[in-house]
């Protein structure tokens, strides 16, 4: 039995040696490559992590002190050491999480994944230790993958910053580049002093010292300034030269580092003089993503930030599916559109490969711009460059798009600036879970006044859309569509003149107009699928797939009237999303025919495959096809409109008065 197996609890760690503590590594990192091999899922980041987790668990005592990591996908070594070790399901429907999760152990705090937000969940912590007479427990933030350059990080960190007592520790996992000269000799040297120094810097009686010397020298004569400012600045220039710390320092909080975040020993050093510290400390940690893994380390784009089922000797993809993405669709079309349009710009948060915007990119070099993680900025960036005379497309995942929402309606769409917003992985997404499915901006967006948004519902109106998108100057535009391949291209059987595509008419020329059903984007496939189960039964339907879903298109609102109800299928929450919003213009325009909107509830969707997610909430053929049969036949609402000479259908009488 390795000693892996024998972890149970992170107390565990604290009965091995320094020999021992190297072994559980080198096991920790061969687990990973294997099981992560087999299920996909963040095997970098994590790789990356091993003995900086290790160390913070035998420095620090979750749960009683806590432990937030930002983001939430390095945490795979935190859940080997708090005791969960079957990763034969990881990602999938039933099993263990890609991120943190309460459900699975007290170990586990923050559950969104999204970065930069882990500093203010340890700033709430940490206050509320003090206010509770718990202020000698310690709250460790991880923050790593570019967090820092997150707007909220520094508006937490002023906070912290400002209270000495909080025993706060921020562990920078810096696996970037941007460190790279520290390397060689010199800087061997350099880390060789730093714990000694480190050691005395941290250790209480050196603050009071230090506050002490500060306040004589100051308080005293001409000559005693003049001491304390040419100390001051000698000290400041040396620790420069050491180590980027001045800005850290210049809010007030205590830096230590860097260090080498692959030697255990020399962490546990340094976190140990953090937390003896006992005010906010920041210890930077330099990782490698991919570390031990040669093929990760190779991987050139993101040193396998994140693999689907590879092989764990090459790296190499196994089983892929072929097909073409809805990432690659846009990747390329935008690239040819900018290449015809110089005022095409590019603008992505921190994710230039996964959101397809790699190819402009290495056309036009000078039209790109990657502003780190901070959809805010992003969007009013965005709408400066429209105010100069550019059309900016700006790329992201929708379930990011919750955190630029006020730039959106504040800076983009008051403003009327002519800017595209490009939503990845819109929908349910699957294996990421509740955090990462992007199923809310169908609804956030029908409040964002004047604002054009398009759902493609195949490759050929991606491309499409996203040049009528480009092509209005004077209000945002949004295009989403879902993850993974595209599927077979749906052409229509005729154009209406506001653009809506009417893909289907069963039986075909029937002059029954039983059931409207409205296709939002990718649910065009199961659209068709109840037509054709309706048909079965003798229900005649249409089938329209608006192509732009806001503003509605008259032709909507024209063809509800002709039928007996309107049925929306969309895969984003029913409450306030494109069916409501249909629902309400009908009402507007006098038509009073039935809608049904069927879309996702309004609840966090745990993990699973794209189709077991949708099957758990029951949007399927099968089922919205039975209950719309229910729906025509009068035994469930919405009921619809009965056929002429045909009593309406009730659920009871209405109450005397």
Same mark, same amino acid.
């Given at each position: 039995?390795?000693?892996l197996?024998?972890?149970r609890?992170?107390?565990d760690?604290?009965?091995l040696n320094?020999?021992q503590?190297? $072994?559980?590594?080198?096991?920790?990192?061969s687990?990973?490559?294997?099981?992560?091999?087999?299920?996909?899922g963040?095997l970098?980041?994590n790789?990356g992590?091993?003995?900086? @987790?290790?160390?913070?668990?035998? #420095?620090?005592?979750?749960p009683?002190?806590s432990?937030v990591?930002?983001?939430?996908?390095?945490?795979?070594?935190?859940?080997?050491?708090t005791?969960?070790?079957?990763f034969s399901?990881?990602r999938q429907?039933?099993?263990l999480s890609?991120?943190?999760?309460?459900?699975?152990?007290?170990?586990?705090?923050?559950?969104?994944?999204?970065?930069?937000?882990?500093?203010?969940?340890?700033?709430g912590?940490?206050?509320?230790r003090?206010?509770?007479g718990?202020?000698?427990?310690?709250?460790?933030?991880?923050?790593?993958d570019?967090?820092?350059?997150?707007?909220?990080?520094?508006?937490?960190?002023?906070?912290i910053?400002a209270?000495?007592?909080r025993?706060?520790v %921020?562990? #920078?996992n810096?696996n970037?580049?941007?460190?790279?000269?520290t390397?060689?000799g010199l800087?061997?040297?350099?880390?060789s002093m730093?714990?000694?120094?480190?050691?005395?810097?941290?250790?209480?009686?050196?603050e009071?010292?230090?506050s002490?010397?500060?306040?004589?020298?100051q308080?005293?004569?001409l000559?005693?300034?003049? /001491?304390?400012?040419?100390?001051?600045?000698?000290?400041?220039?040396?620790?420069?030269?050491?180590?980027?710390q001045?800005?850290?320092?210049?809010l007030?909080?205590?830096?230590?580092?860097?260090v080498?975040g692959?030697?255990?020993?020399a962490?546990?050093?340094?976190l @140990?003089?953090a937390?003896?510290?006992?005010g906010?400390v920041? #210890?930077?940690?330099i990782t490698?993503?991919?570390h031990?893994?040669?093929?990760?380390r190779?991987?050139?784009?993101?040193?396998f930030?994140?693999?689907?089922?590879?092989?764990?000797e090459?790296?190499?993809?196994v089983?892929?599916?072929?097909?073409?993405s809805?990432?690659g669709?846009?990747?390329?079309e935008?690239?040819?559109?900018?290449?015809?349009?110089?005022?095409i710009v590019g603008?992505t948060?921190?994710m230039?490969?996964?959101?397809?915007?790699?190819?402009?990119?290495?056309?036009?070099?000078?039209?790109?711009f990657?502003?780190?993680?901070?959809? $805010?900025?992003?969007l009013?960036?965005?709408?400066?460059?429209?105010?100069?005379?550019?059309?900016?497309?700006?790329?992201?995942?929708?379930?990011?798009l919750n955190?630029?929402?006020?730039?959106?309606?504040?800076d983009?769409?008051l403003?009327?600036?002519?800017?595209? /917003?490009v939503l990845?992985?819109a929908?349910v997404?699957?294996?990421?879970?509740?955090?990462?499915?992007?199923?809310?901006?169908l609804?956030?967006l $029908?409040?964002v006044?004047?604002?054009h948004?398009a759902a493609p519902r195949d490759?050929?109106?991606?491309?499409e859309?996203?040049?009528e998108?480009?092509?209005?100057?004077?209000?945002?535009?949004?295009?989403?569509?879902?993850?993974?391949?595209?599927?077979?291209?749906?052409?229509?059987i005729?154009?209406?003149?506001?653009?809506?595509?009417v893909?289907?008419?069963r039986?075909a020329?029937s002059t029954?107009?039983? #059931?409207?059903?409205?296709s %939002?984007g990718?649910?065009s496939?199961?659209?068709?699928?109840v037509?054709?189960?309706?048909?079965?039964q003798?229900?005649?339907?249409t089938?329209?797939d608006?192509?732009?879903?806001?503003p /509605?298109?008259?032709s909507?609102?024209s063809?509800?009237?002709?039928?007996?109800?309107v049925?929306?299928?969309?895969?984003?929450?029913?409450?306030?999303?494109i069916?409501?919003?249909?629902?309400q213009?009908?009402?507007?325009?006098?038509?009073?025919t039935?809608?049904?909107?069927?879309?996702?509830p309004?609840e966090f969707l745990?993990?699973g495959?794209?189709? $077991?997610?949708l099957k758990?909430v029951?949007l399927?053929a099968q089922?919205?096809?039975?209950?719309?049969?229910?729906?025509?036949?009068?035994?469930?609402?919405?009921?619809?409109?009965?056929?002429?000479?045909?009593?309406?259908p009730?659920?009871?009488?209405l109450?005397q008065l």
């Open positions: 039995m390795g000693l197996e024998t972890i609890h992170p107390a760690l604290s009965k320094g020999a503590m190297d $072994q559980l590594a080198e096991e920790i990192r687990f990973l490559i294997t099981n992560v091999s087999a299920t996909g963040h970098g980041p790789l992590v091993v003995e900086l @987790t290790l160390a913070i668990h035998r #420095v620090f005592d979750s009683r002190d432990i990591f930002d983001t939430g996908h390095q945490s795979y070594v935190h859940k080997l050491v005791g969960r070790q079957d399901t990881l429907q039933g099993g890609g991120y943190p999760s309460r459900a699975e152990s007290v170990h586990d705090i923050v559950e969104s994944s999204h970065a930069s937000s882990s500093l203010s969940w340890a700033d912590i940490s206050r509320a003090q206010l509770t718990e202020g000698e427990r310690y709250v460790v933030a991880v923050v790593g570019g967090a820092l350059t997150g707007g909220m990080t520094w508006e937490a960190l002023n906070n910053a209270d000495k007592r025993r706060v %921020v562990v #920078v810096d970037g580049r941007s460190y790279a000269p390397v060689g800087a061997d040297y350099l880390a730093r714990p000694a120094i480190d050691h005395v810097r941290t250790h209480p009686k050196y009071d010292t230090m002490w010397a500060k306040q004589k020298l308080s005293g004569n000559a005693g300034q003049f /001491v304390y400012k040419s100390l001051h600045a000698a000290k400041t220039g040396i620790k420069d030269w050491w180590a980027p001045g800005l850290f320092d210049n007030g909080l205590k830096y230590i580092g860097p080498n692959h030697d255990e020993k962490m546990e050093a340094a @140990t003089a937390k003896n510290f006992g906010p920041i #210890v930077h940690a490698e993503k991919g031990g893994f040669a093929p990760a190779a991987h050139e784009a993101d040193q930030h994140a693999v689907g089922v590879i092989d764990p090459t790296g190499e993809p089983g892929g599916t072929s097909g073409r809805w990432t669709v846009f990747a390329d935008i690239a040819d559109i900018a290449d015809e349009r110089p005022d603008i948060g921190a230039l490969i996964p959101v397809g915007l790699h190819k402009f990119a290495e056309r036009h070099p000078d039209r790109v990657d502003v780190g993680i901070a959809e $805010q900025h992003a009013t960036s965005a709408a400066g460059m429209a105010f100069g005379g550019l059309h900016p497309i700006v790329a992201m995942y929708a379930t990011f955190r630029a929402f006020d730039q959106l309606l504040m983009v769409a403003h009327k600036a002519g800017v595209t /917003v990845d992985r929908g997404t699957g294996p990421d879970g509740a955090s990462h499915h992007g199923m809310w901006d609804s956030m $029908q409040i006044p004047g604002l948004l490759a050929s109106r991606l491309r859309e996203l040049r998108a480009v092509a209005v100057s004077d209000a945002p535009t949004v295009i989403r569509y879902s993850k993974g391949n595209v599927g077979a291209e749906s052409e229509a005729e154009r209406l003149d506001d653009g809506v595509d893909l289907a008419r039986p020329g029954d107009n039983d #059931v409207l059903i409205v %939002v990718a649910m496939e199961m659209a068709l699928n037509c054709n189960r309706l048909g079965a003798g229900i005649s339907s089938v329209i608006p192509r732009w879903v806001l /509605v298109p008259p909507v609102v063809l509800a009237a002709q039928h007996r109800i049925i929306v299928i969309e895969d984003g929450v029913r409450a306030g999303g069916g409501s919003r249909i629902r213009e009908l009402r507007a325009a006098g038509v009073d039935a809608l049904n909107e069927v879309g996702l309004v745990d993990h495959s794209r189709s $077991q997610v758990r029951g399927t089922r919205v096809a039975q209950d719309v049969v229910a729906q025509v036949l009068g035994t469930k609402v919405p009921f619809a409109r009965p056929m002429p000479g045909q009593e309406a009730h659920t009871g009488q109450p």
